[in-house]
């Protein structure tokens, strides 16, 4: 077992799982990318908004993920305590029908401590976030309305020389409050999952399988290096690789909801390539 398997192994067993019959699926490691664009405007003092539109890409750089605007305002409550809202705007790419599907509006709202050593930063940053999914979806699948919580540790160094760069590193752990919450039973004789009680494989009620997106789990671990790159006064170029433990589970079933094909607990690693410019003014 190597090093980054042990690690994954690790952290999915702080996982709880609802069920011992839901199938393990372990996804390929990928390659990815982010690139991103943004506007920073500072209204007043500690006041700023900002606009930022991302590209990215998955599949080893051969697919094309998603883009997501996003457009905010932070204020710096205390020198060493910033607030901040945010609206994102997400539209998946579905390589099947060659378009934007299944659309999501999220809300974010979000706290920063920050402590200031002679030559470092250690921040904590604390965010919530809302997402509602529009368009066609299977609602027996996906919810409609999604909460997570992200946590993020960051220590960046500001004593480098020549001014101007300044490297960090980060650990982020994301919690979901909207996993599937699964009541079905698994037949080891059928090898499917059936109505509780039962040997049916279809319910007379929509949804029989399903208790709800209630379910509360780590579904993602993020590592981050990266760099600030003060360029000029006004601009500022960003590089990062970020390494991205997923965790997730998963329910397929018909879209009248009266079967349940089956409830994965899939995991995941991908290693993506991020790079943005902001300009400030």
Known sequence: MNTRTALLAGLLALIPLASRSQTEVSRDPELGARLSF?????????????????LRL???FTGFDRLQTTLGVTYKVH???????????????????????????????DVTGTLHFTQWNLSFKERLQYTRRAGSFNAYQNPTNAVGLKSRLTLKYKGWQPRGLEP????????????????????TTKKAWCVPGTNSTEGDEAGWFLDGFNSTYV?????????????????????QLLADWVSDKVIDANKKGTVLNSYEHRTGFMASICAGYTYMF
């Open 79 to 109: 020198p060493n305590v910033k607030v901040g809202v945010g609206y994102a705007f997400i539209a998946p790419w579905s390589s099947s029908s060659s378009a934007f599907k299944s659309t999501r509006h999220r809300l974010m709202a």
């Open 168 to 187: 960090y590193a980060f650990a982020e752990l994301r919690n979901t409050f909207s996993g599937p919450t699964v009541a079905a039973e698994y037949n």
């Open 219 to 239: 579904n993602r671990f993020r590592l981050g290096l990266g760099m600030d790159i003060r360029l000029s006064r006004q601009g500022l170029l960003n590089v």
């Open 58 to 60: 998955d599949n080893n």
């Open 38 to 54: 943004g506007l920073d405007k500072k209204v007043t003092r500690g006041l700023h908004l900002y606009l930022e539109e991302e």
